[in-house]
């Protein structure tokens, strides 16, 4: 019996180490949780209904590329966009889509540009790229988020078609 109460007595002592470990604040672990994650990169592309069958991130993700700059060159297609400016034939559009499934058009006009009126080409972007299908926001951690990205769009002449 006495050997039992000093076995007792040893293992309380012993157990003590347990109770005196440092709990990390809120904050420490907060901060630890921010640092590891990927800002750059989110766990799923924005993505359209035609591409919501495929299962791999980046097939999806150029999936959902192609698709919106077909959309985007045959809303342009129509406009008088390559009879004003033959030699444009293509403009860099950045594309916005917001967490609430909205996007939004600019486009991207290099530094030096004064051959073109970029107000004037501004205007007919905006006009043109109106009345898109639903688009998906991009996800990260389960949260709809923010997303930015250039598409190349080419501007076809009339002949061309």
């Known amino acids: 019996m006495k050997q039992f109460s000093l076995f007792l007595v040893f293992i309380i002592f012993n157990s003590c180490q347990y109770f ?3 709990v990390p604040s809120e904050k420490e672990l907060l901060q630890k949780e921010l ?18 069958k495929i299962t791999d991130k980046k097939l999806r993700q150029q999936c959902f590329f192609e698709v919106m700059g077909q959309l985007i060159e045959a809303k342009l297609d129509i ?26 058009f600019e486009p991207q006009f290099p ?27 991009a996800i990260k951690r389960g949260i709809p988020v923010k997303t930015q990205f250039i598409l190349p769009v080419i501007i076809k002449a009339k002949d061309q078609k």
């Open 20 to 22: 005196d470990k440092q």
């Open 111 to 137: 530094k030096d540009t004064v051959a073109y009126d970029t107000i004037k080409i501004d205007s007919i972007l905006h006009a043109r790229l109106v009345d898109f299908p639903k688009v998906n926001p």
């Open 79 to 104: 406009d008088t966009l390559s009879i004003l400016y033959p030699e444009l034939d293509t403009i860099e559009v950045k594309v916005t889509v917001f967490p609430n499934a909205t996007m939004k």
């Open 35 to 52: 640092k590891a994650i990927n800002w750059k990169e989110v766990d799923e592309y924005p993505s359209v209904p035609e591409c919501e």
